[in-house]
C-alpha cells in the first residue's frame, strides 16, 4: 500500500530530525512548520475552519428560507422583505477591507473568536425579536459580523500548513461553503412545518423560521469557542517580530501531531522576514500600499480592465442576488395558487397579486424545500463542469456562455405557467449564474498584474455587491406591482454582462487557466456571498 502525502511529509521529517538532531541556525518558517510534522492538531484545525466556513454559508443563504414566512408574521411588504437582504449586503460591504487590517494587527483568531461570538448573539436577538426595524439591524450586523470570518478564515488556515498542501488544503474546505448550502434546505425541510409558537410579550417571539435560526447559532458558538482552545497563527507572530511565540506555537503543533514532548522540536531559532517592523510601522505601510494598488487600478493600462471586470460582475451579481434570491419566493406562490385552485395554470404575473400577507399562512412547503434542493445540485454539477472545461477551452468563453443562458432563461421566468416550468427554468438560471460568478474571479487574476490582483478582486467584488443591493431595491418595489419590471430588467442586465464578456482578451486555456481557476474559485464564490 502506498503511503499518504501526509506520511510521506511525517516520514521525511523524522528521518530529518533523526539525522540532524538539534538546529542551532535559524530556520525560514515554512520549514518550520515542515518539521511539526502533520497529524492531530493540523486534523483539528481544519475541522474549526470548516466549521467556521459552513457558518459563513448558513448566513448567506438563510434568507431564501425564513424571509417567505417571516414575510407573512411580521406582515412585510416586498419593499420591506428586501431590505431585510439589503442590510445584510450593506453590512458586507462597510467591513470588506477592515477585517484584514485588523487580522494583521490584532491576530487571526482574535477576529475569529470574536466574530463568531457576536455574531452568534446578533443572530439570537434577530431571531427573537418582533420588530421589523430590529430584525433589519440585526441582519445588517450579521452581514458586517459574518465578513470577518469570510475573509480570514482562509488565511488561518493556510498558516499552519506545509507549503506543498497549503493551496490544496485551502481548496478543499471551500468545498463546506457548498455543503452549508445543501444542508440548509434539509434542515428547513425538519424546522419550517413545525406547528410552534411561543412568546414573551414582543421582544421574545418563538416561530419555526425563529427556531431555524436559533439552531444555526448553535455551531457558530461552538466554532468561537473552539478558537480559543487553538493558538494564533504562527506566521502572525513571525510577522510582528515576535519569533519566541511563534516557536512557542510550533513547539506545541509538534508536540500534539508527534506525541513528544515540546523540548524535543528540532528548531532552535526561526530565520526573522525581511519585511519584520514595528506593528505601527508595518500597519502604516500595508495602508499605504492598499491606497497606492487602489489609485493604479484607477490608470491606463489597467483602467480599462478594472471597468471590464467591476461591469461583468455587477451584472452577475445583479442577477444572482436579485432574481436569485426571489426565486424561492416565486416557488411559494405557485405553491399557494395550486393550493387554492388545483386545476389552473397561472402566470408569474398573476402570482404577484398573491402576495396578499393579511391571510397567508407563515410556513414553507416541502415542494418548495425540494425546490431548492435541486437548484443547489444543479449548480453544483454545473460548476464542477466549469471546472473541467476551464482546462479546455479559453477561460472567458465560460462566463461570457453562462451569462447568456442566464439573461435568457431569467427572460423566459415571465411566461411561466406551473411550478415545475419554474424549477427547470430556476435551475438552469441558478447554475449558470453561479458558475459564471466563478470564473469571473479567474478572469480577474488573468486580467491583473499579482501584485494588484487581490485589490482587484476586491473592488470586482463590491461592485457585484452594489448590483445586489439594487437588484434587491428593484424587486422589492416592482416585484408585487409589475413583476415583469424586475425580470426584464435583471435579464438585461445579465446579456448586457454577457456581451462585455466578449471584450475579455483571449486566453490560452490549458493548465494555467485551470490552475488559476482552482485557486481563486474558492475565494471568489465564498467572498460574493458577504
Not at 528521518?15 to 515554512?30: H, L, N, Y
Not at 427556531?211 to 466554532?223: A, R, S, T
Amino acid at each position: 500500500m502506498k503511503p499518504t502525502h501526509h506520511a510521506k511529509i511525517n516520514q521525511s521529517i523524522k528521518q530529518k530530525t533523526e539525522g540532524s538532531g538539534k538546529m542551532c541556525d535559524p530556520v525560514d518558517f515554512d520549514k518550520a512548520i515542515l518539521l511539526t510534522g502533520y497529524g492531530k492538531f493540523h486534523y483539528e484545525a481544519f475541522t474549526a475552519c470548516a466549521i467556521c466556513i459552513i457558518c459563513v454559508g448558513f448566513q448567506n443563504g438563510l434568507a431564501a428560507y425564513i424571509f417567505p414566512a417571516a414575510q407573512c408574521e411580521l406582515r412585510l411588504t416586498s419593499f420591506e422583505l428586501s431590505l431585510l437582504n439589503v442590510g445584510f449586503l450593506v453590512g458586507g460591504v462597510l467591513s470588506s477591507f477592515l477585517w484584514g487590517v485588523l487580522a494583521d494587527a490584532k491576530g487571526r483568531r482574535s477576529v475569529l473568536v470574536f466574530t463568531h461570538l457576536a455574531n452568534a448573539s446578533v443572530t439570537v436577538l434577530g431571531a427573537t425579536n418582533g420588530s421589523m426595524v430590529g430584525v433589519i439591524l440585526c441582519r445588517f450586523f450579521n452581514g458586517f459580523l459574518i465578513g470577518g470570518p469570510g475573509s480570514i478564515v482562509f488565511s488561518y488556515l493556510g498558516e499552519f500548513q506545509p507549503a506543498k498542501c497549503r493551496s490544496s488544503v485551502i481548496c478543499y474546505s471551500g468545498v463546506f461553503f457548498t455543503g452549508a448550502w445543501l444542508l440548509l434546505p434539509l434542515l428547513a425541510w425538519i424546522v419550517l412545518p413545525m406547528e410552534l409558537s411561543f412568546s414573551m410579550g414582543s421582544f421574545f417571539i418563538v416561530t419555526p423560521w425563529r427556531l431555524f435560526m436559533l439552531i444555526l447559532v448553535v455551531p457558530e458558538v461552538l466554532v468561537g469557542f473552539w478558537f480559543l482552545r487553538l493558538p494564533e497563527s504562527p506566521k502572525f507572530f513571525l510577522a510582528r517580530g515576535d519569533s519566541t511565540k511563534a516557536l512557542l506555537v510550533l513547539r506545541k503543533i509538534f508536540a500534539t501531531n508527534t506525541g513528544q514532548q515540546p523540548e524535543d522540536f528540532p528548531v532552535k531559532t526561526l530565520l526573522k522576514q525581511r519585511n519584520e517592523n514595528p506593528l505601527s510601522r508595518q500597519c502604516k505601510g500595508k495602508v499605504q500600499e492598499m491606497y497606492n494598488q487602489f489609485k493604479s487600478l484607477f490608470k491606463p493600462p489597467l483602467l480599462i480592465f478594472t471597468l471590464l471586470s467591476t461591469s461583468i460582475m455587477f451584472a452577475n451579481m445583479f442577477g444572482v442576488f436579485g432574481l436569485g434570491w426571489w426565486l424561492p419566493e416565486l416557488f411559494v406562490r405557485f405553491e399557494r395558487f395550486h393550493h387554492l385552485h388545483p386545476n389552473r395554470t397561472v402566470t408569474v404575473k398573476e402570482l404577484a397579486l398573491l402576495n396578499d400577507t393579511k391571510t397567508c399562512k407563515p410556513s414553507f412547503e416541502p415542494a418548495v424545500i425540494e425546490s431548492t434542493v435541486i437548484m443547489g445540485v444543479t449548480s453544483l454539477v454545473a460548476n464542477a463542469a466549469s471546472g473541467w472545461l476551464a482546462a479546455r477551452i479559453p477561460l472567458k468563453v465560460i462566463p461570457c456562455a453562462t451569462m447568456s443562458v442566464g439573461g435568457l432563461s431569467a427572460m423566459v421566468i415571465f411566461w411561466l405557467s406551473s411550478a415545475w416550468q419554474n424549477l427547470v427554468v430556476a435551475s438552469v438560471f441558478q447554475a449558470a449564474m453561479v458558475t459564471a460568478n466563478m470564473t469571473i474571479g479567474g478572469v480577474v487574476v488573468e486580467l491583473f498584474p499579482t501584485g494588484v490582483g487581490a485589490m482587484a478582486i476586491c473592488l470586482t467584488m463590491c461592485a457585484g455587491r452594489v448590483g445586489a443591493m439594487a437588484s434587491n431595491l428593484v424587486f422589492g418595489l416592482w416585484m408585487d406591482r409589475r413583476c415583469e419590471i424586475p425580470i426584464f430588467v435583471v435579464a438585461g442586465s445579465v446579456l448586457i454582462g454577457a456581451g462585455l464578456c466578449f471584450f475579455i482578451p483571449r486566453g490560452s486555456g490549458g493548465e494555467r487557466e485551470k490552475r488559476k481557476v482552482v485557486e481563486v474559485a474558492v475565494v471568489t464564490h465564498f467572498d460574493t456571498k458577504l
